[in-house]
């Protein structure tokens, strides 16, 4: 079987410049990581949105506090396992989500289908962040949502385009902003209602079990984890992933997510979003300006690196990273502009049940069945990518096809987690099976 060429290798001059590459077909050397902390704000500024408050409020207005804090526990380990595993493959191989998903299960063609399902989904995310983000500026300080939409999306693409460079230095002002200007809208509400109360009074809305609360939690950031080494290929040790995981989604889902359980307690309502961007005019532009960001930003760059390894294995393509980005960019924020962003809600929810999986299946074959780790610690120590490279892995796609209908139509439990161990164990099954065999590579 025919497959592209193989990327060029960090042997390579440095990748540098505005529109850097950012190593999108090729291993980050040393060199190029960063300390932990650099990393860490990123991973808790793509948690520490606007919509961890409304999270925090639908647990709120379903459970008690203490119930609350159980689902969030639940969801969070869940979240950080994940992450955690799949990260430190990420950070150890210096790959991307979607290309090393060609040495952890997928083959070169199915990376290419992984990359472009991760694309889609994060895509339409964007869209949508986009959406929301003109639609309250333009509550906010009057003006077509149209224009703000476009202004907005525009201004993301452009912290995109220089890569993790430049949504570094964004997360280091964005999120002290949000978190700063948040707070004190959320003091000042809470401030009005004994904390000791909020903490004892029953929820306002229908009662939610364990496991909603805790499908909510690690469903909604699921994409995110799964995604962790697009972020963690910048790592320089397996210490600092687990540092940054364990600080920035616990940081994320108990302290934002848990703020807005009380602020549903004291309100009465699942709509806290509008009592923190509503404080002031100017303050609540800012939070909802800062908030949208810091993680839309992700979705964008996430989705640039998904298409890029897709270009590659569909059509041997070597696309410049930088480009697809301000192409995906636009694309983005015309469907924001136009609205479309707002009908492809139902069709991502029902899209991102595909995404668990994929991480099942990277981290079963990376950990556990290892068809290609030798491949892969020998080209690691040459700073390069395996000579041989599996073409297509049929076991796998019927692993991740299987998985992801068990996710959706078993209602039993967590269906994320359910997604992801079925994978998990379908796969390590397939691999002892012989099925995730080594005879169709070049």
């Not at 990123?42 to 408050?53: C, D, H, K, N, P």
């Not at 000579?387 to 078993?410: D, Q, S």
């Amino acid at each position: 079987m025919t497959h592209p060429p193989a990327p060029r290798t960090s042997a390579l001059p440095p990748d540098t410049g505005l529109a850097r590459d950012d190593y999108a077909l090729e291993r980050v050397p040393a060199s190029a990581r960063y300390g932990w902390p650099t990393v860490a704000i990123q991973r808790f500024g793509l948690l520490s949105a606007l919509s961890q408050f409304l999270l925090g409020a639908t647990l709120g207005m379903g459970m008690t506090f203490w119930q609350a804090v159980l689902a969030v526990t639940l969801g969070a380990v869940i979240l950080e396992i994940v992450a955690i595993a799949i990260g430190i493959a990420g950070m150890r191989e210096g790959l991307s989500t979607s290309l090393l998903a060609r040495w952890t299960g997928f083959g070169t063609y199915g990376s290419g289908l992984v990359g472009l399902v991760l694309a889609v989904c994060l895509l339409g995310w964007f869209g949508v962040q986009s959406a929301v983000l003109g639609s309250g500026v333009a509550a906010l300080l009057g003006g077509p949502a149209w224009l703000w939409a476009i202004i907005g999306g525009l201004a993301i693409t452009a912290i995109v385009v220089p890569g993790f460079a430049g949504m570094a230095w964004t997360a280091w002002i964005t999120v002290p902003a949000f978190l700063l200007l948040a707070g004190w809208a959320i003091v000042v509400e809470l401030g009005k209602h004994p904390l000791g109360e909020l903490v004892a009074s029953a929820p306002a809305g229908p009662v939610l079990s364990l496991a909603q609360g805790a499908t909510l939690v690690a469903g909604g950031f699921i994409v995110g984890a799964v995604i962790s080494p697009d972020m963690c290929r910048f790592n320089k040790n397996a210490a600092d992933v687990v540092k940054q995981t364990v600080v920035g989604i616990s940081l994320g889902e108990y302290v934002l997510a848990l703020v807005g359980v009380l602020l549903a307690h004291a309100l009465r309502t699942g709509d806290v979003v509008t009592i923190v961007t509503t404080t002031s005019g100017v303050i609540g532009t800012v939070i909802l300006i800062a908030a949208t960001l810091k993680t839309n930003d992700w979705n964008l760059y996430a989705a640039g690196l998904g298409v890029t390894n897709a270009l590659h294995t569909a059509f041997g393509m070597r696309a410049g990273r930088a480009a697809v980005t301000v192409v995906l960019g636009v694309i983005g924020t015309a469907l924001a502009a136009l609205g479309i962003a707002d009908h492809l809600i139902d069709f991502l929810i029902l899209l991102g049940v595909a995404v668990p999986p994929i991480a099942g299946i990277m981290v079963a074959e990376y950990f556990v069945v290892r068809t290609w780790r030798a491949d892969l610690d020998a080209s690691r120590e040459r700073g390069e990518l395996p000579a041989r490279t599996p073409g297509l892995v049929p076991a796998a796609i019927v692993v991740w096809v299987a998985a992801a209908l068990i996710g959706h139509f078993v209602t039993w439990g967590i269906p994320a987690l359910n997604a992801l161990l079925a994978a998990f164990v379908l796969y390590v099954a397939a691999g002892k099976a012989g099925l995730t065999g080594r005879a169709d590579a070049s």
